[in-house]
């Protein structure tokens, strides 16, 4: 009975597992449908919005600026779907992301297969479906999936010695996003690695074709190319928001994975380093893809935590490296049918504990986990931003000092949806009197200051002398803004959070 079973296993185990993993990928990935759009979300979907239409409303034109902020390729797809739908749909983008994710899982299977079999090949395509990073990133209105897709293809492609069309799949991922360049580095170091001369020449050629394909836009289009130099060394107003110890990465991988996916992988680069040791330099691959990636990452000054979304299926790889090779030998010392029900069971556990940590960790558990202030700053610009829309009459207009740094929140306009924001930079807050002014002058009924720990002194010194020249008649204030209300609006009550009343 034990060696049919196992028999009967090792036929149909890869296929059942990969059905399972498919499953699990849509079922995880469509409860974050219509998530909070987080800032870089809602800056895409309004400056898609602006590309799509032109820029021709004066508020929309704002966003235009950011066409040049990263390579077109993924604008160009959700603008396709924009047209295609007939309006504006952060479902539809979501839909986009959650295409080029699951494309990334079947050319990691394809990929796992080509080089470890189809056994490896499964299991890492359940975990590549359960990682919460990804159930997440997967519906992330960005260019990190997509980019992640066309990096994994590249690899997939140089692995069975097609360089040329693994560069054009390299130059694709450098018009989705910067962070596609890792593919090169990880095809370089395995190349290196190996000492395989043809594999170094097959880098060289990926290479080669990649920047011909991309450079135009890296030379004579992106404006941004200083900024990510200024965000990795340190010299931005973004690195400093974003900056993190040289661990962040590393330290987060058991809430990108989940803890069962983590000790797997490392279970599995022991696994890849023992067969690269007995003269296996396809093992070495996972390794080179991951490890480099995260060394390089962990330099940087900055460190948003979905920067390593390209590097997630080497470490879906490795879990299922160290998960096959754990079931394996659960199975091939199995004796009997008490044996083999009890590696069965092994085996079972090994898919459900990071299935179950997938399941168990959501979009708001896991953002907070990574950068708590990044999730709680978006869930109150929405809830403000809703506040308003509904108590501000027909016609009314809010003045909005959003920082130091930005004149909008996008989290805060796309939310806010109608007509009505008045930019304002933060310098007014020195000048009540010209504040004042400019609201009397185009019948401005509400302020909306966002609070800045850059100006803090001159919002103490602003508000008691705005509460002098204009007639506030409510105030509404918590953690992250002031809402001064200067006329009569609909009666909505307070937003989340708000402390109401005008002080003394």
Not at 277 to 292: A, I, K, N, T, V
Not at 326 to 333: G, N, T
Not at 380 to 390: P, W
């Amino acid at each position: 009975m034990a060696p049919f079973l196992y028999s009967r296993l090792r036929r149909k185990g890869p296929s059942l597992l990969l059905a399972a993993s498919l499953l699990l990928f849509i079922l995880l990935r469509l409860r974050h449908f219509g998530h909070l759009l987080l800032w870089d979300e809602a800056q895409f979907v309004l400056y898609a919005r602006s590309f799509v239409e032109g820029a021709r409303d004066p508020q929309w034109f704002y966003w235009s600026r950011f066409f040049h902020l990263h390579p077109p390729a993924y604008l160009y797809v959700c603008s396709a779907f924009y047209r295609l739908r007939g309006g504006d749909s952060p479902g539809a983008y979501m839909t986009v992301s959650l295409l080029f994710g699951l494309g990334n899982l079947l050319v990691l299977y394809r990929l796992s297969s080509h080089l470890f079999g189809r056994r490896v090949a499964a299991w890492s395509a359940l975990f590549l479906s359960v990682f919460p990073a990804l159930t997440f990133f997967d519906v992330w209105i960005k260019q990190d999936a997509a980019a992640a897709f066309f990096s994994t293809l590249s690899i997939y492609l140089f692995a069975r010695k097609r360089y040329g069309p693994a560069g054009a799949a390299l130059g694709l991922g450098m018009l989705c996003k910067e962070t596609a360049v890792f593919a090169l580095l990880t095809v370089g170091v395995w190349a290196m690695a190996r000492r395989n001369r043809d594999a170094l020449r097959g880098a060289a050629v990926c290479g080669l074709i990649a920047a011909v394909l991309c450079s135009w836009w890296y030379l004579f289009v992106s404006d941004y190319v200083g900024h990510f130099a200024d965000f990795f060394l340190g010299r931005g107003t973004e690195a400093g928001i974003w900056r993190q110890p040289w661990h962040y990465y590393l330290s987060g991988l058991p809430t990108d994975l989940g803890w069962a996916a983590t000790c797997l992988a490392a279970w599995g680069c022991l696994v890849c380093l023992r067969r690269a040791g007995r003269g296996d330099g396809d093992s070495l691959l996972p390794l080179c893809w991951f490890l480099p990636t995260y060394a390089f990452l962990s330099f940087s000054a900055g460190k948003p935590y979905w920067m390593v979304t390209t590097a997630l299926p080497a470490l879906a790889l490795l879990a299922g490296t160290g998960a096959e090779a754990l079931a394996r030998w659960a199975f091939e010392r199995a004796v009997g049918s008490r044996g083999t029900a009890l590696a069965l069971i092994l085996a079972i556990l090994l898919a459900a504990g990071p299935a179950l940590g997938g399941l168990a960790m959501g979009e708001a558990d896991y953002n907070g986990r990574r950068y708590d202030a990044y999730w709680e700053q978006a869930v109150a610009s929405r809830d403000d931003a809703l506040f308003l829309a509904g108590s501000m009459l027909p016609g009314e207009r809010v003045a909005v000092i959003f920082n130091s740094r930005d004149i909008w929140d996008p989290t805060l306009m796309y939310y806010f949806g109608r007509p009505g924001l008045v930019p304002a930079e933060s310098a007014f807050l020195g000048d009540p009197g010209e504040m004042a002014r400019r609201v009397e002058e185009m019948g401005i009924g509400w302020i909306y200051v966002g609070r800045d720990s850059a100006y803090e002194r001159e919002l103490r010194s602003f508000l008691p002398e705005i509460r002098r020249l204009l007639p506030v008649t409510a105030e509404y204030r918590n953690g992250w803004r002031v809402i001064l209300r200067l006329g009569e609006g609909s009666e909505q009550g307070e937003p989340p959070g708000g402390t109401g009343g005008v002080p003394d």
